[in-house]
């Protein structure tokens, strides 16, 4: 068998992968902080691999929605999971694809040679998000915080009127453009001509394999976690297969009355975090593990935020297979993130289209989709969950389970983000 080892390049391995159970946001983590749950993964880390506390070189997390107390957040719970005060952290954020980001960007200091052995992850915790003041009275409190007399003090207090008291809430929205992303979801949908019915579907198989993966013990990267003043969680709390005529039921959630995106068919705010240890294959067979797979190429797409929000897997996929020297038909496993059944569906369908590769992409002919029976085989975020900053590792360690598990030699990670931004990483198993 080829493999993806090139001359003059470091082989970077994935050693271990871990989460906390992905749970509904208003659950069990409602009093927690984002902090404590990526703490969490990081304790799980350590249990797992048995890794000395000073062992690492660097630590780096992705997060989307900042708790303002902890703007790194990577530090906070590397200090609180016991990591050697010594060991330098860093937070990442690009939307969906954050712990991505924390992934790739260990991969670049090990192939450096700054660092040898690097902890990378994502938290996310929709339970509590920063609600602000509107601008008006964040200025009226900031000229209080300032005034010296009493008169200036009762002046500006009187200046406050009812309208300034109408808060700010965090939106899932493109700043450039202002529409939501359910919004664009839709929108993409109806451009590529999907069905309700194709993307209840779809989410239904996602939920199904879910529950078969999770009864089956398959999602072995959960670990258990003792909730502080809570219960202990072990696994996921919102795999929930339904039925056709159940989710035939529900309204549209963005484009109403006509809308085929729906609560059913789209991920749903969810509290987690996730962490894996990556390291120099020397460095970890000098240290005694078993490295998981080996990560290979990877890259970033971007386009146009407005038509091409979502769009990220078709861009990514043929530039990140063109890299490896790879094709389609050479990937065992694919694991592509779930925002919405919809942009998944569309994704399949844009990468089956010659007419939107030759406009789209400037490809003689169209990228090709992968085969269903390889992808997305032990559910995927509109079932297990998407924290934001968190999912990235999740499809990484289960690229590497499912290698293992399936026999298989490489798997394609691929995610769509804000900003119409896109992510694929092509990982190749550990000969076993």
């Known amino acids: 068998t080829i493999t993806l ?8 391995v994935l050693v271990e992968g871990v989460r906390t159970p992905f749970l509904l946001s208003g659950t069990t983590y409602a009093n927690l902080m984002p902090h404590d749950l990526a703490r969490a993964a990081l304790q799980g880390l350590l249990n797992k691999t048995s890794l000395p506390k000073d062992a690492v070189d660097y630590i780096i997390y992705g997060i989307v929605i900042q708790e303002v107390k902890t703007s790194n957040v990577a530090r906070e719970a590397a200090l609180g999971a016991g990591f050697s005060d010594k060991i330098p952290a ?42 602000r003041h509107s601008r008006k009275m964040r200025k009226t409190m900031l000229a209080l915080n300032r005034a010296k007399t009493l008169g200036q003090k009762l002046s500006l207090i009187g200046s406050i009127r009812m309208s300034h008291l109408s808060p700010e809430l965090p939106a899932v929205a493109e700043f450039s453009t202002a529409e939501t992303m359910g919004h664009s979801a839709d929108r993409l949908a109806a451009a590529f001509g999907v069905s309700r019915l194709e993307q209840d579907e779809f989410a239904l198989r996602s939920h199904t394999l879910a529950k078969k993966a999770q009864d089956d013990g ?17 696994k996921d709390n919102g795999i929930r297969p339904s039925s056709m005529e159940q989710m035939a039921k529900l309204k549209p959630a963005f484009v109403k009355p006509h809308g085929t995106v729906t609560a059913a068919n789209s991920s749903f705010l969810t509290d987690g975090a996730s962490a894996v240890l990556i390291m120099s294959e020397e460095k970890a067979l000098a240290m005694g593990y078993k490295p998981k797979a080996y990560l290979r190429d990877f890259v970033y797409v971007s386009q146009d935020p407005k038509d091409q929000l979502l769009l990220g897997p078709t861009y990514s996929t043929p530039k990140v297979l063109e890299r490896a020297g790879l094709s389609m038909s050479d990937i065992d496993v694919f694991e592509f993130h779930e925002a919405f059944a919809g942009q998944i569906m569309a994704n399949l369908k844009a990468m089956d289209s010659d007419w939107f590769g030759q406009t789209y992409m400037g490809r003689k002919a169209k990228v090709g989709t992968p085969p269903m029976d390889k992808f997305n085989l032990w559910g995927g975020s509109l079932s297990l969950g998407h924290p934001f900053g968190a999912t990235g590792c999740r499809l990484v360690t289960t690229v590497a389970h ?14 769509c983000a804000a900003g119409g931004q896109g992510h694929a990483m092509v990982i190749e198993a550990y000969p076993q």
């Open 90 to 131: 860093h937070t990442v954020t690009m939307a969906c694809i954050s712990s991505n980001q924390a992934m790739t960007s260990a991969v670049g200091l090990i192939a450096a040679g700054q660092c040898d052995a690097v902890v990378a992850g994502g938290a996310e915790f929709m339970s509590d998000v920063p609600i």
């Open 218 to 234: 398959l999602l072995e990267d959960v670990i258990t976690f003792k909730v502080p003043g809570r219960d202990i969680v072990s």
């Open 402 to 415: 499912r290698l293992k598990k399936e026999g298989g030699q490489y798997g394609l990670v691929a995610a």
């Open 5 to 12: 080892a090139r001359p003059g390049v470091k082989n970077i």
